[in-house]
């Protein structure tokens, strides 16, 4: 599994925990695309992070993302704006244990300031993490309810697919300042170059020209 962790602005500082986390799981490979709380790199407000993981989720260059912002409300609207998204605001680690199995999304946004603490913040984003990935991910819980579960997740697919344009459409009425801050924050590029041919792919590496 190709994971990427995408940090916006006011939760830079916080990629140190994520990505230390994320690497604890041992996946394949580990993209680390958002903000890193460097000096001098670029600002990424979480509109531009959410369009971001949306991109890659749909150009097929990642499997998951782990995004998030202050209270994981905003990032977590702004990905559900866009096609091929199922995104979990995830508190702990009940809930990932929920996600995981009932919802068995591709995305999830973390409150990375609101209720972080002074102590913990990190290991309950470790626990959150390894409450998601596990055996029985899209299995459904309770058990008596597994099969509903299933059924409703494939209905919410359909109507995700119905209910939005396709990403190349987006690309051509989205907001120019979110598509240019997202495409030209560095390393995105050799990723979306990364991802499996398509049109869409073709679409974006366009927008470079």
Do not use: W
Request: glycine share 10%; charged share 20%; aromatic share 8%.
């Amino acid at each position: 599994m190709r994971v990427a962790v995408i940090n916006e602005g006011s939760t830079k500082h916080r990629n140190k925990d994520v990505m230390a986390a994320v690497n604890s799981i041992g996946f394949d490979e580990v993209l680390n695309l958002g903000m890193k709380n460097e000096e001098g790199e670029p600002d990424l407000s979480y509109m531009e992070t959410a369009f971001l993981s949306a991109l890659l989720l749909n150009l097929k260059a990642v499997d998951f993302v782990v995004g998030g912002c202050g209270t994981g409300q905003g990032y977590m609207n702004a990905v559900l704006q866009y096609p091929g998204t199922s995104c979990g605001l995830l508190m702990d680690p009940p809930e990932a244990f929920l996600f995981a199995r009932v919802n068995a999304g591709n995305c999830i946004s973390l409150p990375l300031n609101k209720g972080y603490g002074g102590i913990g913040g990190d290991v309950n984003i470790r626990m959150i993490l390894e409450n998601i990935f596990c055996d029985d991910f899209g299995k459904g819980y309770p058990p008596a309810r597994a099969e509903i579960q299933v059924s409703a997740r494939k209905r919410f697919e359909a109507l995700s697919i119905a209910s939005h344009r396709p990403m190349a459409e987006i690309l051509d009425v989205m907001d120019q300042m979110t598509l240019k801050n997202a495409l030209n924050f560095p390393g995105i590029r050799e990723v979306v170059e990364s991802a499996p041919e398509s049109e869409l792919k073709t679409k974006v590496l366009g927008l470079y020209q």
